[in-house]
């Protein structure tokens, strides 16, 4: 439903998850004084804003648990692990195998049945049962084949539910990953920490600052919901929808020539369904974008909000992590139009969150704990 997708897409779309701005003395040096922000004239043709402050919300918090601590420590731990190269014995549950595998059923291979440097951990329980367990016991280099039956069922792949299938397997490599203990001596070796109960309240720490972040991100949403509900739209403005299909279509015309198609050929194969639809699915997803835009544009003039020089250099740090670049790369390849619209609205959602009240009956509590499905 477009107006789910649209009530907190921001947070997708514009890479913004909960960033603290402070209220130390405001300075807006990074701003060009010729500088014009987007939608810079009337807004009140395409939209009526409802209430968008003292909005009452359920605000949502996450309790951390032992369990969430003891996750966290021991992907801290998993950082300091050291990896070395098996050639002395045979693989052992724990171990990390490359290998090679051509599976057949009846004689004859099936789809997906075959891989390459394939990356293995004996024990995770990824493959289908005997799978890991038949690799117990080889060297690098040797071969085998393992008789074994799918689940019943087999939901990556009911066609094969049940059927017997024989996987000849190629250990290439063994790897042994060691994960360090946690001691005053290896806590104190990788940083200034007095001894391992102090590292674990850093821990702690980092747990507490991530669902905070969460809750943040949370309760934005739940306000953003509201404050959208509130506003009354009376049309788009066509130029910035059709900006929003121009950019959609590039994309997805890149796709296409990345598979050497026509952009028609490649939207009825991968996508599967038919040009006109696309076409329609395309204009409704840019103007939902561009009602987002309205809103939050329209409280931009309304509030007045300007991004001071730190909430800038906040936002274009995050922006540049999300990237995978650097800050020096974002800026010299992206206008700072572009940088302000991705960092501006996060503002107006913090402004939303700052002046919207929450309800003191009420709170949504949910553990952190959380657990994984085997592949």
């Known amino acids: 439903?477009?107006?789910?997708?649209?009530?907190?897409?921001?947070?997708?779309?514009?890479?913004?998850?909960?960033?603290?701005?402070?209220?130390?003395?405001?300075?807006y040096?990074?701003?060009?004084?010729?500088?014009?922000?987007?939608?810079?004239?009337?807004?009140?043709?395409?939209?009526?804003?409802?209430?968008?402050?003292?909005?009452?919300?359920?605000?949502?918090?996450?309790?951390?648990?032992?369990?969430?601590i003891e996750k966290k420590l021991a992907e801290e731990l998993d950082e300091y692990s050291t990896v070395e190269?098996?050639?002395?014995?045979?693989?052992?549950?724990?171990?990390?195998?490359?290998?090679?595998?051509?599976g057949t059923i009846d004689g004859e291979s099936f789809e997906g049945g075959t891989a390459t440097e394939q990356t293995i951990t004996l024990g995770e329980g990824r493959f289908i049962e005997g799978f890991e367990d038949g690799l117990v016991g080889l060297n690098a280099g040797e071969t085998t084949t393992l008789?074994?039956?799918?689940?019943?069922?087999?939901?990556?792949?009911p066609d094969l539910a049940g059927k017997d299938v024989d996987f000849t397997v190629l250990v290439r490599f063994i790897r042994s990953v060691t994960i360090p203990e946690l001691t005053d001596e290896f806590v104190a070796s990788i940083g200034d920490y007095t001894s391992a109960e102090d590292y674990r309240n850093y821990i702690k720490t980092l747990v507490e600052e991530e669902n905070k972040e969460s809750e943040a991100s949370e309760n934005k949403q739940r306000v953003w919901e509201a404050v959208y509900k509130n506003c009354?739209?009376?049309?788009?403005?066509?130029?910035?929808?059709?900006?929003?299909?121009?950019?959609?279509?590039?994309?997805?015309?890149?796709?296409?020539?990345?598979?050497?198609m026509e952009l028609e050929e490649f939207v009825t194969t991968y996508l599967g369904t038919t040009y006109e639809t696309f076409e329609a699915q395309i204009k409704a997803y840019a103007e939902a974008y561009v009602?987002?835009?309205?809103?939050?544009?329209?409280?931009?003039?309304?509030?007045?909000?300007?991004?001071?020089?730190?909430?800038?250099?906040?936002?274009?740090?995050?922006?540049?992590?999300?990237?995978?670049?650097?800050?020096?790369?974002l800026e010299e390849?992206?206008?700072?139009?572009?940088?302000?619209?991705?960092?501006?609205?996060?503002?107006?959602?913090?402004?939303?969150?700052d002046n919207a009240v929450a309800s003191a009956a009420d709170s949504d509590t949910e553990?952190?704990?959380?657990t994984t499905a085997a592949e």
């Not at 060009?32 to 949502?60: A, H, M, R, W």
């Not at 008789?147 to 792949?157: E, R, S, T």
């Not at 992590?321 to 650097?326: A, H, I, L, Q």
Request: hydrophobic content about 35%; proline content about 5%.
């Open 1 to 27: 439903m477009i107006k789910k997708l649209t009530a907190f897409s921001l947070a997708c779309i514009f890479g913004a998850t909960a960033i603290v701005f402070s209220s130390c003395k405001n300075q």
């Open 29 to 68: 040096t990074k701003t060009p004084k010729d500088f014009t922000p987007p939608y810079d004239y009337d807004l009140s043709e395409y939209v009526t804003l409802g209430q968008y402050k003292g909005i009452e919300y359920t605000p949502y918090t996450i309790e951390a648990t032992d369990e969430q």
């Open 85 to 102: 190269v098996i050639s002395d014995r045979p693989a052992k549950l724990g171990d990390t195998l490359t290998i090679n595998y051509a």
């Open 147 to 157: 008789h074994l039956q799918f689940p019943d069922p087999y939901p990556n792949n």
């Open 232 to 260: 009354e739209f009376h049309s788009v403005p066509e130029t910035e929808v059709n900006t929003y299909i121009e950019s959609m279509t590039s994309q997805y015309t890149a796709y296409a020539e990345s598979e050497s």
């Open 291 to 329: 009602k987002q835009d309205l809103i939050i544009y329209s409280i931009v003039h309304a509030e007045n909000l300007k991004l001071t020089d730190k909430e800038y250099d906040e936002g274009i740090a995050e922006l540049a992590e999300n990237y995978g670049t650097t800050i020096e790369s």
């Open 333 to 353: 390849q992206a206008d700072f139009s572009d940088l302000w619209k991705s960092i501006m609205p996060n503002k107006v959602l913090s402004f939303l969150l």
């Open 367 to 370: 553990s952190s704990a959380s």
